[in-house]
C-alpha cells in the first residue's frame, strides 16, 4: 500500500494554484510588509560608505621576453610579502600615527596580481578616504624600500600613487538591497506555502486523486452546484 501511495499521481493545476495565491493575496501582502518593516529596523542604523584605494607598482624589464618572464616570476614570488608583518610594521611607521598599528593595517589591504604578469596592485578600503590613501601609499612604498632591502636590487617600482579613493560599498544601496531581498524572499516563500497547501491539501478536485492504481472503484460522485 505504501508503494502505491507513493506512486500516485498528483496533477497540479496552475490555474487553482493562481487563484488561491490570489484568494490569499492579503496573507501575502501583510508577510511582505512585516519582512520589510523587519529589514528596516535591522539596516536603519547609520551606515558610512566602504573607500577604496589603490596603488600599482611594477618589476623592472629591460623589455626583452626573458627578462619580462623572469620580472613576473620576481614579482609573484615576492608579493605574499607584501602582508607580512614586517611590510606593514614599516607602513605603520611611515604613516607617523602611534595609533595606527601593523595589525590595523593588514586587516585593510588587499593585493591583486597575475603570475604572468609584471603589475602588481595594492588595495585599501576603509570607511575613511584619506586613511584608505595613505595606507595604500604606504604599503607600497614599505614594500619597494623591503624590496631592496632584501634583494640589493631596485627591481620593483611604483607605477602609480593613490591620490583619491572611490566608493567600494555604498552604505545607501546596501540598506536598500537588504529591504528589498528580505521582502522578496519572504514573499516567495509565502507564495510557495500557500502553493504547496493547495496541491497537498486534502480537498481533492480530480477523480483520479481518489484511485491507487486503480484498486479502488468509485461508487459515486456528488455534484458540486454553484451558488
Known amino acids: 500500500m505504501e508503494n502505491e501511495i507513493m506512486d500516485k499521481v498528483i496533477q497540479i493545476d496552475l490555474i487553482r494554484c493562481m487563484k488561491a495565491v490570489l484568494a490569499k493575496w492579503w496573507i501575502v501582502v501583510l508577510c511582505s510588509f512585516v519582512a520589510f518593516v523587519g529589514a528596516y529596523l535591522y539596516s536603519y542604523p547609520a551606515r558610512n560608505n566602504v573607500y577604496k584605494a589603490s596603488t600599482t607598482l611594477y618589476s623592472v624589464t629591460d623589455g626583452s621576453y626573458e627578462s619580462t618572464v623572469s620580472a613576473a ?3 609573484s614570488t615576492y608579493a605574499d610579502v607584501i602582508t607580512s608583518r614586517k611590510v606593514t610594521e614599516k607602513a605603520a611607521s611611515l604613516l607617523g600615527d602611534n595609533s595606527i598599528t601593523w595589525q590595523d593595517i593588514q586587516n585593510v589591504i588587499q593585493v591583486n596580481y597575475s603570475s604572468d604578469s609584471t603589475i602588481v596592485e595594492i588595495s585599501a578600503y576603509s570607511l575613511d578616504e584619506d586613511f584608505a590613501v595613505k595606507v595604500a601609499n604606504g604599503v607600497a612604498n614599505a614594500f619597494i624600500s623591503e624590496i631592496s ?4 636590487r631596485n627591481s620593483v617600482q611604483l607605477l602609480d600613487s593613490a591620490y583619491s579613493a572611490s566608493v567600494f560599498k555604498n552604505a545607501s544601496f546596501e540598506k536598500f538591497k537588504i529591504r ?5 524572499a519572504v514573499m516567495v516563500i509565502t507564495i510557495m506555502i500557500i502553493v504547496l497547501r493547495e496541491i497537498f491539501g486534502s480537498k481533492l478536485y480530480y477523480i ?9 472503484e468509485i461508487i459515486g460522485i456528488i455534484p458540486n452546484h454553484e451558488k
Open 73 to 75: 616570476y620576481f614579482l
Open 149 to 152: 632591502s632584501m634583494t640589493g
Open 180 to 184: 528589498c531581498l528580505a521582502t522578496l
Open 208 to 216: 483520479d486523486d481518489l484511485r491507487l492504481e486503480d484498486d479502488m
